[in-house]
C-alpha cells in the first residue's frame, strides 16, 4: 500500500493538514456557542437569544402597560429580523422568561397556558399572547438614547443591540444556565433588594469584603421558596470562588388528625424539580420498600404547592420521616452555583459575587456617560435652534422681507444675521401661524431651563462622585420598585440549621422485618424470612452444613469475627434471600484465604466484648469500636503469622472463666483485664511447654450465681464453690471439675 497523499482529480487543489484543520473550525464552532449561545452577558446576564426576544418586543411596542400580542408574531418577528434559528427554540426561551416558577422576575407577561410547574409544556404559540413586564422595561431603559452599542443583523438589513442598558441586575436577579464546549454555567436567582444593598455598599466601599457582601446576600432566593440549610461559611465560600452548591429543602409542617393522627403538608418544594416527577419517584421508592415510615402520598395542589404524606404509623417522629425523606427524593435538592459568565461582554471568566456587582455598576456607569452625552448633544442643538428663534422674533420684519423679497432667503439670512445652517432652517421650517405664539419670554423660559439642565450635566460628566450618586439614586428607585416590600419582591427563600436527631437514619430507612442468618461452614450466608424454631428443615450444599443460625431484624447490623482478629459488618437488609445456599460471604468482604469464621451476632452498641487468640492473650473491646465500614474488615486482635483469634463472648458478670486445651480452669476478676480498642491484648492463662495446646474457651460470669456450661445434652450444670479454680490473671489454673464437657467448652 502507498505512503502518498492521495490528491484531488486534477491534481492541482490544495492539500490541507486534517488535524489542523479540524483544530481550526472546532475552535470556531466553540467561540461561536461560548459568545453566541450559552454564556450570559455579566453586564444584562442575558444570552443573545433573549436579548432579540425583548428587543423585539420593543419595537413592537409591547410595553408592561401596552396591549398583549399573539406569541407567534413576537417569534416570527424574532426569527425574521434578529435570530435566525428555530421557532420553537425561540418560543421555549420566550415561555421560560414568562414563567414564575422558572424565573424570579418574570420578563415576559404572559396570557393563556404558559406551562406549570408539574413540567407540562405550554400551548402553542399561535394560542398564547404576551407583552413586556416592567422588569423588561427597566432592561430596556434609554435604549433610544445610544448608551449602548449596536451591530448589524444577521442579514444586514437591521441593527440590533449587543448589551441591554440593563437598570437592573438581572444576571444575579434571575440567574441563568447553559453549557458551552469545555464549560457550563449555573446561576441561581437571588432577592433584587438584597442586591441593591450591596451594589449601594460597593459603590460607596469599593473595597469592601465578600464576608460582607454575604451579609446584605445571605444566600439564593428561588422563584419556588424552600429553605437553605448550608452554613454561612460555605456560602461565603461560593460567593468567593464563584463555584460551589446549596442545599434547599422542601417548606412542610405538620398536620393535626382526629384521634391523634398526623400528616405532612409540603407547600414548597426545591427549585427546578418537578412536582409529577417527585411524587413518581416517591412512588417507586414505597413499592421498593425504601420508604417504611411513609404510608401514601397525595396530590392536593391547586394553584399552590400542597403535597400530603401519610405515615405508616402515628409513632413515627415527623423530623425522622422527613430526613429520611430528605435522604432519599428530590425533596431535598442541590443547586449548583457556577458563575461563568462573559466578562466585559467578551471574555468567559468564572467570578465571584462581587465581581459580578462591581462589573454591573461599571457598566452602568458606562450607560450614563452615554446617556447624558446623548442629552447633552440634543440640548445644545435645541439652545442653537432657540437662538435663532429669537433672532428671527426680534427681527421679525427684516425675516419676512428676505424670505419674500430675496432669491436666495437662506444664503442671505446667514449672512445678514450671521446664523447657523441648523437656525436658518429651524427659521425657514416655521409655520406662519405660528408667529403669534414665538414670544420673545416662553423662548427665554425655555432657553433659560435647558441652559440650566446642560450645565448640571457637564457637571455630572465631570465628578465621578456625581455619577455615582446618579447611579445611587437609579438602584434605589429599583429597590423601591422591585424590593422586599413589594409582593414580587418579598424573600421567598428562608434559612434554617440541619435538625439535631439522635437516629440512626440508615435504619430507619429500611423496613423492620424478622429474619434469620444462615452461615454455613463453607462461608455461605442468607437471610430467612422470620425466626425460625428450629434449624432441623435447613438444605446446604454437598459437603456443606451449619455453622451459625442467628434471628435478627432486617434493620440490624451484622458482626462477623474471622481467625484474622478481624471485625467485618454486614447489613442485615443486604444479605441475599433465602431461595437456594444463598451466597459466599467472601464476595462481601476481603477476607483473606486461610482464615476462618469464629463468631456472627447482632451488633448492639452499648454491648462489650472479650477477645482472645489461642495463644492466651486477650482483651475487652466496646462493640461500637468494632463496626467496619469497608470491605476490607477493621483489625481489633492483633496475632502473629503461627496465631489466629480463637474467641469472641459477651462481656457480663464481674468474673472471667478461662478454660485451657490441657483442661485446666482459672476464674479470675474481670477488673484484671484491659479495656482497649486494638491490640494483641494481656496474658489470660499459663500454658506448660509439656502441656502443649493453648487456649480451649472463655466466658464472663457473676460469681454471687456462679460458673454455669451445657453439657452435650443442653444440660445446664451450675458451679457455685469456686474457690478452688479461683486465682489471678495469667495464671496456670488447676483440673476441671467432674463432669465438665469433654470438648472443652462451656456451651
Not at 451594589?199 to 454575604?214: D, R, T
Not at 422542601?250 to 391523634?260: A, F
Not at 457598566?363 to 442653537?384: G, P, S, W
Request: hydrophobic content about 40%.
Amino acid at each position: 500500500m502507498s505512503d502518498k497523499p492521495i490528491l484531488p482529480p486534477d491534481g492541482n487543489s490544495p492539500v490541507i493538514n486534517l488535524k489542523e484543520a479540524l483544530e481550526e473550525r472546532y475552535l470556531a464552532y466553540a467561540l461561536s456557542t461560548i459568545m453566541n449561545r450559552a454564556l450570559p452577558d455579566v453586564r444584562d446576564g442575558l444570552k443573545p437569544v433573549h436579548r432579540r426576544l425583548l428587543y423585539a418586543m420593543h419595537e413592537l411596542r409591547l410595553n408592561p402597560e401596552g396591549r398583549f400580542k399573539k406569541c407567534a408574531k413576537i417569534v416570527g418577528e424574532t426569527m425574521g429580523s434578529y435570530h435566525p434559528h428555530g421557532d420553537q427554540s425561540i418560543y421555549d426561551a420566550m415561555v421560560r422568561l414568562a414563567q414564575d416558577f422558572a424565573v424570579r422576575f418574570p420578563l415576559v407577561d404572559g396570557q393563556g397556558n404558559f406551562g406549570n410547574v408539574d413540567g407540562d409544556n405550554a400551548a402553542a404559540m399561535r394560542y398564547t399572547e404576551a407583552r413586556m413586564t416592567a422588569v423588561a422595561g427597566k432592561l430596556l431603559e434609554g435604549i433610544e438614547e445610544d448608551c449602548v452599542d449596536f451591530r448589524e443583523t444577521y442579514d444586514g438589513e437591521g441593527s440590533e443591540p449587543t448589551v441591554l442598558p440593563s437598570n437592573f441586575p438581572n444576571l444575579l436577579a434571575n440567574g441563568s444556565s447553559g453549557i458551552a464546549v469545555g464549560m457550563a454555567t449555573n446561576i441561581p436567582p437571588h432577592n433584587v433588594g438584597e442586591l441593591c444593598d450591596a451594589a449601594l455598599h460597593l459603590i460607596k466601599f469599593p473595597n469592601a469584603g465578600i464576608e460582607k457582601i454575604v451579609d446584605f446576600i445571605p444566600g439564593p432566593d428561588l422563584p419556588t421558596g424552600g429553605i437553605l440549610v448550608d452554613s454561612r461559611e460555605s456560602i461565603i465560600e461560593t460567593y468567593k470562588t464563584g463555584r460551589g452548591a446549596f442545599r434547599v429543602r422542601s417548606v412542610w409542617e405538620v398536620e393535626k388528625l382526629p384521634r391523634g393522627g398526623w400528616q405532612i403538608v409540603v407547600t414548597e418544594i426545591p427549585y427546578q424539580v418537578q412536582k409529577s416527577r417527585l411524587i413518581e419517584k416517591m412512588a417507586d421508592l414505597m413499592i421498593a420498600k425504601k420508604l417504611p415510615l411513609l404510608g401514601d402520598i397525595l396530590d392536593e395542589s391547586a394553584e399552590d404547592i400542597r403535597l400530603v404524606l401519610e405515615p405508616k404509623s402515628r409513632n413515627t417522629d415527623p423530623v425522622v420521616l422527613m430526613e429520611s425523606l430528605f435522604r432519599l427524593t428530590d425533596l431535598e435538592n442541590r443547586i449548583s452555583l457556577n458563575m461563568n459568565v462573559l466578562s466585559r461582554g467578551q471574555v468567559p471568566n468564572v467570578l465571584g459575587i462581587k465581581q459580578v456587582l462591581q462589573e454591573w455598576l461599571d457598566h452602568r456607569k458606562v450607560v450614563l456617560v452615554r446617556r447624558t452625552n446623548f442629552r447633552l448633544a440634543k440640548i445644545e442643538h435645541r439652545l442653537e435652534v432657540l437662538a435663532g428663534l429669537l433672532i428671527a422674533y426680534l427681527n421679525i420684519d427684516e425675516v419676512i422681507r428676505i424670505i419674500r423679497f430675496e432669491d436666495k432667503p437662506k444664503e442671505q439670512l446667514i449672512k445678514t444675521f450671521e446664523l447657523s445652517e441648523i437656525q436658518v432652517e429651524a427659521i425657514l421650517n416655521m409655520r406662519l401661524r405660528a408667529l403669534n405664539k414665538l414670544q420673545e419670554i416662553e423662548i427665554n423660559k425655555e432657553n433659560d431651563a435647558l441652559s440650566k439642565e446642560r450645565d448640571e450635566l457637564l457637571a455630572l460628566l465631570a465628578s465621578e462622585t456625581d455619577q455615582w450618586q446618579k447611579i445611587s439614586n437609579e438602584i434605589r428607585e429599583t429597590r423601591k420598585e422591585f424590593g422586599k416590600d413589594s409582593e414580587l419582591g418579598r424573600r421567598r427563600s428562608k434559612f434554617a440549621d440541619l435538625p439535631d436527631i439522635d437516629v440512626d437514619l440508615e435504619a430507619a430507612m429500611i423496613e423492620k422485618e424478622p429474619v434469620t442468618i444462615v452461615l454455613s461452614k463453607m462461608g455461605w450466608i442468607r437471610a430467612l424470612r422470620g425466626h425460625m424454631e428450629s434449624s432441623d428443615g435447613l438444605q446446604f450444599k454437598d459437603g456443606d452444613k451449619l455453622k451459625c443460625v442467628l434471628p435478627a431484624y432486617t434493620t440490624d447490623k451484622i458482626i462477623l469475627f474471622t481467625t484474622a482478629g478481624k471485625f467485618f459488618t454486614l447489613d442485615a437488609s443486604q444479605l441475599p434471600g433465602g431461595r437456594g445456599h444463598g451466597e459466599p460471604v467472601r464476595l462481601m468482604i476481603d477476607l483473606d484465604e486461610g482464615h476462618d469464621f469464629i463468631d456472627m451476632h447482632v451488633h448492639d452498641p452499648k454491648r462489650k466484648l472479650l477477645v482472645a487468640s489461642n495463644v492466651g492473650n486477650g482483651f475487652i473491646v466496646e462493640e461500637k469500636n468494632i463496626v467496619a465500614n469497608t470491605r476490607k474488615g477493621k483489625q481489633v486482635l492483633n496475632v502473629k503469622a503461627d496465631e489466629e483469634a480463637h474467641v469472641c463472648t459477651f462481656v457480663s458478670g464481674d468474673s472471667v472463666a478461662v478454660m485451657g486445651d490441657n483442661r485446666k480452669l482459672l476464674l479470675f476478676k474481670l477488673s484484671e483485664l484491659n479495656e482497649m480498642t486494638r491490640g494483641r491484648g494481656v496474658r489470660l492463662q499459663r500454658y506448660g511447654k509439656r502441656d502443649g495446646g493453648g487456649l480451649s474457651d472463655i466466658k464472663t460470669y457473676d460469681s454471687t450465681v456462679g460458673l454455669t456450661w451445657l453439657d452435650a445434652a443442653r444440660r445446664t450444670f451450675t458451679l457455685s464453690d469456686l474457690k478452688e479454680w479461683q486465682g489471678t490473671r495469667a495464671q496456670a489454673g488447676k483440673p476441671a471439675p467432674k463432669g465438665f464437657p469433654k470438648s472443652n467448652r462451656f456451651s
